[in-house]
C-alpha cells in the first residue's frame, strides 16, 4: 500500500483513492434525477479545519517514535468505513476521536505500547484498514483515554512453505500487497473481499471476512492455519497444523473476536497454485424461484464454481443492465491445473434445466492461453460494478443506500426472503416512500443453504440520514433473527449488530465469552462495547 500517502479520513483507503471532483459531481447529478431536488456535493473540509478534542494522554518518550497525538493520525483513525460514519466526517463531526495512534513495527513495539495501555488503563482500538462497517473500531463515548492500534507498518510475509503451501504473515499486510508478493512463486491466496485493496489480513482474520468466491474457501475461516495474537494476559499462539481433532479449537477462539481479546499480530494462512483455467456464464431467468432452484441444484452437486451469484430482477437491472425483469445467475470456474469447460458445461446444463436461458456463445472458456472470462456482456457489466465500489461519492446528497447480509438453510429460504421483503418493505414504504428500493443477491451458497445480500436504498431528506436509517436497519435486523437467519454473514458484529447477535447465539455461549475476555483481558481494555458488554 502507499506507505508515504495519507489515508483518507472520508471513504476507504488513502488520498488517492478518493473520489474525484467528476465522480462526486455525477453521482449528484444522478442523485438530483432521483429524487428531484437539486444538490451539490458537499465540500470536503480540510483537516486543519476540522475542530477536535485536544488529546488526554502524554505519550512518553520511550514510546515516541511510534506513538503519535498528532491531529491528522488521530483524524484518520477516528471513524471506520460504513456510510453514515464518512458523511459525519465530511460535515467535520469528530466528537470521538482516538486520543492517540501507535504504529508499532515489530513484536516488541507491541508489547510495550501494549503494557502503557494496561498500566493506565486505556481503552485499546485494533485497527487495520479501516473499511468496518459495522462500528467496530469506534472510541466509545465513556472512555476516558483511548489508543488505535495501526499495524499497517508489520506488513511481511515472514516465510512462504511452497512444500505445504502456506505463508506466514504479519497481520498489517494489506491484500494488493501480499499478492505482489507471492505472485512471483506462482501462488495466491485467493481471497479477495470487496474491500481487498483496503483491508489487511489481520483484520480479516480478526472479522471473519468473506471473500468474493461464491463456494469452497468462502471465509478466511478455511484458510487459517495458525494464529499468533498478543492479549493483557500474555501471547497466545497456536500450533500450526492442516487440521486436529484436539478439543475446541485455539483458532476459532480468535477468529472473529473483532478485537476483544488481543491484536492478531501474524498468521500462518493456506495458499495455492494461481489458477490458469476458467470459465464463465450469464443465465437469465424469467422467474427468481427458478434461478433460486436452479443455484441450489448446481451447488449441492459439489462442483465447487468460483463464482455461483444470482440477482434478482432489481438488482440485475440496477448494476448489470438486465431489462424484461428477468434475475441473473452469474456462474465462474477457475482451477490451476484442470480443463474448466467440463464443470460450466455442467452448470450450465442444470441452469438451463431449471428455464434458464443462455446462448451458447456466452459461455466463455479460457483454455489456459489467458483470454478474459467474465468481462463482456451483463456479467461484465455486473464485475465493473462490484469491484468498482468506491465509498463517499454519495454522501450528503439526499440518498439513503445501505445492504444486510445474512444467511438461511435452504428449507427455509423462500419463507425467509418473503418476510423480508414484506417487513423491511413496509418500514421503507413508511420511512422514505414509494422511491425506494429493495434487492437481493445471492453472495455465496453452501449445500445446505445459501447468503443473501440485500441492497436497500432511496431519497431522504439531508440532515435525516441517520433517523431514518436506523429505522430500517433495526426492522431488518429484527426481521433477520425472527426469521432464523445470522444477523450477519461476512459483514461482523462490532457495535452495529451486537444486540441482535445476543438474540442469535446461545444465552451460555455469552457467559462463556465473557469468562474468555476476563481471562485474557481481565481489565476490558481492548474493544469494549464490541460483541460483549464491558
Request: hydrophobic fraction near 35%; charge should be negative.
Amino acid at each position: 500500500m502507499k506507505k508515504d500517502e495519507r489515508r483518507s479520513f472520508w471513504t476507504w483507503g488513502h488520498v488517492s483513492d478518493e473520489p474525484s471532483d467528476d465522480a462526486r459531481h455525477a453521482a449528484t447529478r444522478a442523485a438530483s434525477k432521483r429524487t428531484g431536488v437539486e444538490v451539490t456535493p458537499p465540500p470536503i473540509p480540510g483537516i486543519e479545519s476540522i475542530s477536535l478534542r485536544s488529546s488526554r494522554l502524554a505519550v512518553p518518550s520511550s514510546l515516541s517514535d511510534f506513538v503519535t497525538d498528532a491531529k491528522v493520525d488521530r483524524v484518520t483513525h477516528t471513524y471506520g468505513g460504513h456510510s453514515l460514519e464518512l458523511l459525519k466526517a465530511i460535515r467535520g463531526q469528530f466528537d470521538e476521536p482516538p486520543d492517540a495512534v501507535a504504529y508499532p513495527q515489530s513484536e516488541n513495539q507491541l508489547e510495550q505500547v501494549l503494557e502503557w495501555c494496561v498500566a493506565n488503563d486505556i481503552t485499546v482500538i485494533p485497527y487495520g484498514g479501516g473499511t468496518s462497517v459495522v462500528w467496530g473500531l469506534n472510541v466509545p463515548r465513556d472512555s476516558e483515554r483511548a489508543v488505535s492500534i495501526d499495524l499497517e507498518r508489520m506488513d511481511k510475509i515472514l516465510e512462504v512453505d511452497e512444500v505445504s503451501r502456506a505463508a506466514h504473515f504479519q497481520a498489517g499486510i494489506y491484500g494488493p500487497d501480499l499478492e505482489t508478493q507471492l505472485k512471483p512463486k506462482g501462488l495466491t491466496l485467493r481471497h479477495y473481499p470487496q474491500s481487498f485493496p483496503w483491508s489487511t489480513v489481520g483484520g480479516w482474520v480478526a472479522t471473519r471476512s468473506g471473500g468474493h468466491y461464491a463456494t469452497n474457501h468462502t471465509h478466511i475461516d478455511d484458510f487459517v492455519e495458525s494464529i499468533r495474537m498478543l492479549s493483557p494476559a500474555g501471547w497466545y499462539e497456536s500450533r500450526r497444523l492442516p487440521g486436529s481433532g484436539a478439543g475446541p479449537s485455539p483458532d476459532r477462539m480468535v477468529i472473529g473476536s473483532e478485537g476483544t481479546l488481543g491484536i492478531i499480530s501474524s498468521c500462518w494462512l493456506r495458499l495455492q497454485k494461481r489458477p490458469k483455467f476458467r470459465a464463465s456464464a450469464g443465465v437469465r431467468f424469467s422467474s427468481w424461484e427458478d434461478g433460486t432452484e436452479a443455484v441450489r441444484s448446481i451447488v449441492q452437486t459439489k462442483l465447487h464454481p468460483a463464482n455461483l451469484r444470482i440477482l434478482d430482477p432489481v438488482e440485475s437491472q440496477l448494476a448489470a443492465g438486465v431489462a424484461d425483469a428477468q434475475a441473473l445467475l452469474i456462474i465462474g470456474f477457475e482451477s490451476a491445473d484442470i480443463p474448466q469447460q467440463f464443470a460450466i458445461e455442467q452448470a450450465v446444463a442444470i441452469a438451463r434445466d431449471h428455464r434458464g436461458k443462455v446462448d451458447d456463445q456466452d459461455i466463455v472458456i479460457d483454455d489456459g492461453t489467458g483470454s478474459a472470462t467474465g468481462r463482456g456482456g451483463s456479467v461484465g457489466a455486473w464485475r465493473n460494478a462490484f469491484i468498482g465500489v468506491n465509498a463517499g461519492t454519495q454522501l450528503g446528497l439526499g440518498v439513503l443506500s445501505d445492504t444486510f447480509e445474512t444467511a438461511i438453510t435452504w428449507d427455509r429460504w423462500a419463507s425467509f426472503d418473503e418476510t423480508i421483503r414484506t417487513r423491511v418493505g413496509t418500514v421503507l414504504r413508511e420511512t422514505i416512500g414509494e422511491g425506494a428500493t429493495l434487492s437481493c443477491r445471492f453472495t455465496h451458497v453452501y449445500p445446505d443453504g445459501p447468503a443473501p445480500y440485500y441492497s436497500f436504498s432511496g431519497p431522504v431528506p439531508i440532515g435525516g440520514e441517520q433517523e431514518i436509517w436506523r429505522a430500517i436497519k433495526n426492522a431488518a435486523n429484527e426481521a433477520v433473527v425472527d426469521a432464523g437467519g445470522t444477523v450477519t454473514h461476512h459483514h461482523a458484529v462490532g457495535r452495529m449488530h451486537k444486540d441482535a447477535w445476543e438474540r442469535q447465539r446461545p444465552a451460555l455461549f455469552g457467559d462463556m465469552l465473557r469468562a474468555l475476555k476476563l481471562t485474557l483481558d481481565p481489565g476490558s481494555n481492548f474493544n469494549p462495547g464490541v460483541l460483549i458488554n464491558p
